[in-house]
């Protein structure tokens, strides 16, 4: 027993050692590096002006989309037996699906109801961004604040067409005015042709953009890559961001992971983790089953864009069976995905949300987001810590959770982490009562706090 509990100790003595070690060695911030004006396309024209856009999709292309779904649902393969998505899409779902798509579900009254939500294109170093921007009714007594709202893959502003009126109502005493651009190469946004755009140059032209409009401080909140780019500008812009929300956090924050690891050894969560994270350890096994499509983009994502580009019902089945299992795992067994008996995600917002990615053809650049940013990591970034408040939004759902000790490194000043009952990694579509909610509570918060 002497034995037994002296190797115990010992193993935790050298684990803290490591930890301490991880900490202040490999997790040191760097220097930033510069993010000049850069123009990404062959001819960079200047225009500063801020333009209205209304989307306007041709009855050929309409036309063309009917007829392809037409020759896909020729050449679908038969699922295996008493298979669910378990293999991908179902594809005896799938022909109901693309039936639905074909002759009862109406783009024109979708486009209508996008376009009751005022938008804009601007050109940033070259690139054309298009933007939502919804503002509150002015109300006596209440405090409008300025938020920019970023999507992520593979989603897109869609993601925010419920969530938006909850965030420019407010609360009694605040409201924002929302800002929610598309990422270059992703709708509406045109696509770098030059490599090299990543989360931190797209953080600079959103922080341009947000300029240009006039705030020169505001808010900034955002799930999977748009997670990323907020954090990013709220790691190279700190004067001009309030405050940060996030409901996804970046497996490289400040030494999170190496926490997490750590946590893992028996006896040793005590010292680093809160007994409500005990449960919130990452599942590698799950992850390695859900990132074959990161690795795919992290590398050939030009080459995969062939296929999808091609083929609507290829495109509809790659997107919209993240879907399912990101949003629920156990989905994965269901004939449907749960698709249609289970999501709070209507059929239509998802078909809306593939919509975007065919009618602009941004399913290949949209990817190549990927390979920039996974194939040039910058230690610096991740590691420099983040000044300014933070508030996490956790769902229980998740692709991976994040514990608030995965947190605190890069985000020291971790003022409001709320750990919501459902949802999952579409949180915007999936529960956007709880997030505005969320949202709406942690700027009221840092409304009130002392500024550094």
């Known amino acids: 027993m002497f034995w037994k509990l002296s190797a115990a100790l010992t193993v935790t003595i050298l684990a803290i050692l490591l930890h301490l070690f991880l900490e202040d060695k490999l997790f040191t911030p760097g220097e930033l590096p510069t993010l000049p004006d850069t123009c990404w396309t062959a001819k960079c024209e200047k225009r500063e002006q801020v333009d209205p856009f209304k989307i306007s999709v041709s009855d050929a292309k309409l036309e063309d989309l009917k007829s392809r779904i037409g020759s896909d649902l020729k050449k679908i393969v038969q699922p295996l037996d008493d298979i669910g998505f378990e293999y991908g899409f179902n594809s005896e779902y799938l022909k109901e699906l693309a039936n639905y798509w074909n002759n009862s579900y109406n783009w024109r009254q979708k486009e209508t109801l996008i376009n009751t939500i005022p938008q804009f294109t601007t050109r940033i170093d070259g690139l054309d961004i298009h933007f939502l921007h919804a503002k509150p009714k002015p109300e006596s007594g209440k405090k409008i604040v300025p938020l920019l ?28 005015e929302v800002v929610a651009p598309s990422i270059p190469g992703y709708g ?5 042709q030059k490599p090299g755009l990543n989360a931190a140059h797209t953080a600079k032209i959103f922080r341009d953009l947000m300029l240009r409009l006039g705030h020169s401080e505001f808010y900034c909140q955002g799930g999977d890559w748009g997670a990323v780019v907020t954090t990013s500008l709220a790691t190279f812009f700190p004067g001009n961001v309030r ?108 078909l809306t949300n593939v919509m975007i990615y065919w009618i602009t053809n941004s399913i290949t650049s949209s990817m190549r987001y990927y390979k920039e940013n996974l194939s040039s990591y910058d230690t610096a970034v991740a590691n420099t810590p983040v000044v300014v408040p933070v508030g996490f939004a956790d ?24 750990s919501l ?18 949202v709406i509570n942690f700027a009221s918060k840092v409304e009130t706090m002392e500024r550094l």
């Open 421 to 438: 009952a459902s949802g999952g990694h579409f949180a915007a579509m999936e529960v956007p009562e709880h997030l505005a909610a969320d």
């Open 188 to 192: 509406f946004s045109s696509a770098a």
């Open 243 to 350: 405050g940060l929300h996030v409901n996804m956090a970046a497996a490289f924050t400040n030494g999170g992971m190496a926490k997490s690891y750590l946590a893992q050894i028996p006896g040793l969560k005590y010292l680093i983790a809160d007994p409500d994270d005990f449960d919130k350890v990452p599942n590698f096994g799950f992850l390695l089953q859900e990132s074959g499509y990161m690795h795919i983009q992290a590398t050939k994502p030009d080459t995969v864009g062939v296929g999808l580009s091609s083929s609507p019902l290829g495109l509809a089945a790659y997107i919209m069976e993240k879907f399912s299992t990101w949003t629920d795992p156990a989905w994965r067994e269901l004939r449907d995905g749960g698709l249609e008996t289970r999501a709070a995600i209507g059929k239509d917002r998802m």
């Open 149 to 176: 709202l970023v999507h992520g893959w593979p989603g897109s502003f869609v993601e925010f067409l419920d969530i938006i009126p909850l965030l420019t109502s407010g609360s009694s005493d605040l409201a924002f």
């Open 395 to 418: 769902l229980p759902h998740e692709l991976t959770q994040a514990p608030r000790h995965q947190l605190t490194g890069k985000f020291p000043r971790l003022v409001s982490y709320t």
